[in-house]
Nanobody, 117 residues
Framework: QVQLVESGGALVQPGGSLRVSCVVSGLVFRLATMEWYRQAPGKEREFVASITSVPRTNYANSVRGRFTISRDNAKKTVYLQMNSLKPEDTAVYYC???????????WGQGTQVTVSS
Protein backbone atom coordinates (compact mmCIF):
# COMPACT_ATOMS: atom_id res chain seq x y z
CA GLN A 1 0.00 0.00 0.00
CA VAL A 2 1.41 3.36 -1.06
CA GLN A 3 1.61 5.92 1.73
CA LEU A 4 2.76 9.55 1.61
CA VAL A 5 3.37 11.50 4.81
CA GLU A 6 4.03 15.23 4.65
CA SER A 7 5.64 17.30 7.38
CA GLY A 8 7.31 20.63 7.98
CA GLY A 9 4.43 23.05 7.61
CA ALA A 10 4.54 26.12 9.84
CA LEU A 11 3.69 29.78 10.30
CA VAL A 12 6.26 31.92 8.47
CA GLN A 13 6.64 35.64 7.99
CA PRO A 14 6.47 37.11 4.48
CA GLY A 15 9.87 36.89 2.83
CA GLY A 16 10.82 33.89 4.92
CA SER A 17 11.77 30.35 3.97
CA LEU A 18 10.47 26.91 4.79
CA ARG A 19 11.11 23.35 3.68
CA VAL A 20 8.36 20.75 3.65
CA SER A 21 9.00 17.04 3.26
CA CYS A 22 7.11 13.98 2.08
CA VAL A 23 8.19 10.47 3.05
CA VAL A 24 6.98 7.74 0.71
CA SER A 25 6.51 4.02 1.26
CA GLY A 26 4.98 1.17 -0.67
CA LEU A 27 6.52 1.77 -4.11
CA VAL A 28 9.87 1.87 -5.90
CA PHE A 29 10.52 5.49 -4.98
CA ARG A 30 13.53 6.04 -7.25
CA LEU A 31 11.34 5.39 -10.31
CA ALA A 32 8.39 7.51 -9.21
CA THR A 33 7.46 10.96 -10.45
CA MET A 34 6.55 13.03 -7.41
CA GLU A 35 4.45 16.16 -7.33
CA TRP A 36 3.55 18.91 -4.89
CA TYR A 37 0.14 20.56 -4.95
CA ARG A 38 -1.46 23.11 -2.69
CA GLN A 39 -4.97 24.16 -1.76
CA ALA A 40 -5.83 27.53 -0.27
CA PRO A 41 -9.10 28.13 1.58
CA GLY A 42 -11.99 28.45 -0.85
CA LYS A 43 -9.82 27.60 -3.85
CA GLU A 44 -9.20 24.52 -5.95
CA ARG A 45 -6.12 22.39 -5.48
CA GLU A 46 -3.35 23.59 -7.79
CA PHE A 47 -0.11 22.15 -9.13
CA VAL A 48 3.08 23.53 -7.57
CA ALA A 49 6.04 21.42 -8.73
CA SER A 50 7.06 18.00 -9.97
CA ILE A 51 10.21 15.92 -10.17
CA THR A 52 10.80 12.82 -12.29
CA SER A 53 13.21 9.94 -11.74
CA VAL A 54 15.81 11.52 -14.07
CA PRO A 55 15.42 13.96 -12.24
CA ARG A 56 13.67 16.59 -14.31
CA THR A 57 11.75 19.33 -12.55
CA ASN A 58 8.77 21.49 -13.47
CA TYR A 59 7.17 24.41 -11.65
CA ALA A 60 4.03 26.47 -11.68
CA ASN A 61 4.67 29.99 -12.92
CA SER A 62 3.60 31.40 -9.57
CA VAL A 63 6.47 29.68 -7.72
CA ARG A 64 9.22 29.38 -10.36
CA GLY A 65 12.42 30.98 -9.09
CA ARG A 66 11.26 30.87 -5.46
CA PHE A 67 10.53 27.18 -4.83
CA THR A 68 12.81 24.19 -5.43
CA ILE A 69 11.69 20.57 -5.53
CA SER A 70 14.25 17.85 -4.82
CA ARG A 71 14.41 14.20 -3.87
CA ASP A 72 16.53 11.86 -1.77
CA ASN A 73 16.06 8.35 -3.11
CA ALA A 74 17.95 6.78 -0.20
CA LYS A 75 15.49 8.36 2.24
CA LYS A 76 12.47 7.91 -0.07
CA THR A 77 11.70 11.56 0.53
CA VAL A 78 10.73 14.48 -1.68
CA TYR A 79 11.27 18.04 -0.52
CA LEU A 80 9.89 21.44 -1.40
CA GLN A 81 12.16 24.32 -0.44
CA MET A 82 10.16 27.54 -0.39
CA ASN A 83 11.92 30.90 -0.35
CA SER A 84 10.67 34.48 -0.53
CA LEU A 85 7.31 33.33 0.76
CA LYS A 86 4.26 35.49 0.16
CA PRO A 87 0.89 35.57 1.93
CA GLU A 88 -0.65 34.09 -1.21
CA ASP A 89 1.48 30.97 -0.69
CA THR A 90 -0.68 30.17 2.34
CA ALA A 91 -2.25 26.77 1.75
CA VAL A 92 -2.27 23.13 2.68
CA TYR A 93 0.56 21.50 0.75
CA TYR A 94 0.11 17.94 -0.51
CA CYS A 95 2.51 15.54 -2.16
CA UNK A 96 1.22 13.11 -4.72
CA UNK A 97 2.26 10.30 -7.03
CA UNK A 98 0.66 7.88 -9.49
CA UNK A 99 1.91 4.34 -8.82
CA UNK A 100 0.52 3.27 -12.20
CA UNK A 101 1.08 5.50 -15.25
CA UNK A 102 -2.25 7.10 -16.05
CA UNK A 103 -3.80 5.63 -12.94
CA UNK A 104 -5.27 7.26 -9.86
CA UNK A 105 -3.18 9.69 -7.87
CA UNK A 106 -2.27 8.90 -4.29
CA TRP A 107 -2.24 11.83 -1.86
CA GLY A 108 -0.77 12.51 1.51
CA GLN A 109 -2.70 14.11 4.35
CA GLY A 110 -1.19 17.54 3.72
CA THR A 111 0.80 20.02 5.78
CA GLN A 112 -0.34 23.57 6.56
CA VAL A 113 1.85 26.48 5.47
CA THR A 114 0.76 29.90 6.65
CA VAL A 115 2.57 33.06 5.55
CA SER A 116 1.61 35.98 7.72
CA SER A 117 3.13 38.74 9.81
Amino acid sequence: QVQLVESGGALVQPGGSLRVSCVVSGLVFRLATMEWYRQAPGKEREFVASITSVPRTNYANSVRGRFTISRDNAKKTVYLQMNSLKPEDTAVYYCSTRPVVGGAAIWGQGTQVTVSS
